[in-house]
């Protein structure tokens, strides 16, 4: 019975976080871009100031994250900060809603992006990698893939509820998702299993595994390779083209005369994006991140190229946005690879939280540096050209940094084992 119950409560960990990234991630963040045009209509602001929402975002989320979120993790749980975070969410947006001026438009985004740490893809990782032994990987693929499917399907919907409501009522709805996932997720979701007195599935079976092989340098000899920054500086430019091209393609395809079909155009980028998953990491298996973030860019290249060049016909810019798309995926599942190719497995965690800061503080600049180029100039001309080198620097810089340092005077680099099925297994190298 108590194993019944063990299962039934996996299955809703699993249903928790699809519900999570689908309203969160794939309507509230992916579709926000869409209420661009409207906005800035209506308030006769620069795009520069619109685009700043996603900055303050991303950087609240990028703080939380860095210096809060396994804190809170470790003394409240995952189903206390999703409670915490739902509600904090919902206000952000009802705030968005209601505003008339920059300054309520700017603090909804920042209580949203608080908020969001609790609620995107660290804790879905955390969730049901404590519910799940085996599989990780597979299981957290089925909420990253209801998180896109939401931003494909109702980019197309708010789009449309956008062109013949306006734009508040759309905003209102988004806030009644919002709320209704929190109630949702607070009936369905009761807790990890260490909460519950109950076991993961397969946690048995995952005990008899006596041995993980650790290697890699230290934490600290890590600030001490020039690989860690040509990471530094490819981690923070390729999120800034990336996500500058994608947040502002409502946009463009508005300066473009297509105006009325920018939430389709957004949403094939966003199919595009999420079908490159399984070729990307086919690419990354193969090849290593560095030739997976060369493609990428690449495409990056050659959409900002064709666009500079040409006045594209609808046909060919959704082709861009194909590219765009696939494109974006360089700066989401590549960067903590990059991390264990380039120092390995020892103290992974902790050398992930510091090239993972650069990647978010990359996506929230993308948007204004993107619109500052477009408010400075009158057209986005200037920032393609500029997005090129940047694109290119990138994944160059990339290419550098996944080379493994050298090993010199055996300084940490070798492999080592230890026991996890003992309580007291430590790392034999903990330092530098």
């Known amino acids: 019975m108590k194993e019944d119950k063990s299962a039934l409560h996996a299955k809703m960990a ?3 976080t699809c519900i999570m990234l689908f309203t969160w991630v794939g309507v509230c963040w992916n579709c926000l871009s869409l209420f661009a045009d409207p906005i800035i209509s209506e308030w006769g602001i620069a795009r520069t100031q619109f685009m700043l929402i996603f900055t303050i975002m991303s ?7 860095m210096f809060f979120y396994g804190k809170l993790q470790e003394r409240l749980g995952a189903r206390k900060l999703l ?21 309520l438009f700017y603090i909804g985004g920042l209580l949203f992006g608080i908020a969001v740490c609790g609620l995107n893809n660290n804790p879905t990782t955390v969730i049901i990698s404590e519910w799940h032994k085996k599989n990780v990987g597979k299981l957290i693929g089925i909420p990253q893939t209801v998180g896109s499917i939401a931003g494909i399907v109702f980019s197309v919907v708010f789009a449309a509820l956008i062109a013949a409501l306006g734009w508040r009522i759309p905003m209102w709805i988004i806030v009644a998702v919002s709320a209704l996932a929190t109630v949702i997720i607070a009936v369905i979701y ?18 008899e595994e006596k041995t993980e092989e650790i290697d890699g340098i230290p934490f600290a000899r890590m600030f001490r390779t020039p690989q860690f920054y040509f990471l530094f500086v490819g981690y923070l430019l390729v999120p800034i083209v990336a996500q500058g091209m994608l947040s502002n ?7 473009l005369g297509y105006g009325n079909l920018s939430g389709t155009i957004l949403s094939v980028a966003l199919v595009a994006s999420a079908l490159f998953f399984i070729p990307g990491g086919a690419i990354i298996d193969r090849k290593g991140t560095k030739w997976m973030v060369a493609i990428c860019m690449a495409m990056l290249i ?7 060049f040409m006045e594209p016909s609808l046909l060919m810019t959704y082709g861009i946005a194909v590219l765009i798309g696939a494109a974006y995926d360089a700066c989401t599942i590549a960067f903590g690879i990059s991390v264990r190719e380039a120092f390995g497995s020892r103290e992974y965690g902790k050398k992930l939280g510091i090239i993972a800061a650069f990647d978010y503080i990359g996506l929230a600049l993308g948007p204004s540096v993107m619109t500052l180029f477009f408010d400075g100039t009158g057209s986005y001309d200037m920032a393609y050209l500029v997005f090129v080198v ?3 620097v990138g994944a160059v810089t990339i290419f550098l940094g996944t080379k493994r340092p050298n090993n010199k005077g055996g300084d940490g680099n070798e492999s080592i084992c230890i026991d996890r099925k003992k309580p007291g297994a430590v790392d034999r190298y903990p330092g530098a």
């Open 14 to 16: 699993i249903v928790t």
């Open 59 to 65: 950087m609240a989320n990028a703080a939380m994250n």
């Open 83 to 103: 409670l915490i975070g739902g509600p904090l969410a919902t206000v952000g947006f009802a705030l968005i809603a209601l505003s008339s001026n920059l300054t």
């Open 190 to 207: 009761k807790g990890s299993p260490r909460e519950l007195g109950e076991k993961a599935m397969y946690e048995d079976e995952v005990a």
């Open 249 to 255: 393609l409502p946009l463009i395809a508005v300066d």
């Open 302 to 308: 050659a959409a900002l190229l064709i666009l500079y």
């Open 390 to 392: 940047l694109a290119a």
